[in-house]
């Protein structure tokens, strides 16, 4: 009986910290947006092939600030 009141506690302390992430992403997603409207010359594109970003285009050249690619359009 112990035991299956451990998994539930675990398992509802992950779907806490799922909500919390989910919320942060939410915020940050916000963030980045009301950045990229305040700033014209920016302008944030698809994820780049390393998966762990999102391109950012500026000045004609696309580039991922995680793995460093860059390549002029």
């Given at each position: 009986m112990r035991g299956r009141h451990l998994h539930s506690?675990?398992?509802r302390d992950l779907?806490?910290?799922l909500d919390d992430a989910e919320?942060?992403?939410a915020r940050l997603e916000n963030?980045?947006?009301g950045i990229v409207r305040e700033t014209n010359e920016v302008d944030v594109s698809?994820?780049?092939k390393c998966g762990e970003s999102?391109?950012?285009v500026r000045q004609r050249t696309v580039y991922c600030p995680h793995c460093k690619y860059r390549r002029a359009i």
């Open positions: 506690r675990r398992l779907e806490d910290r919320q942060q992403i963030t980045l947006r698809g994820p780049c999102l391109l950012i």
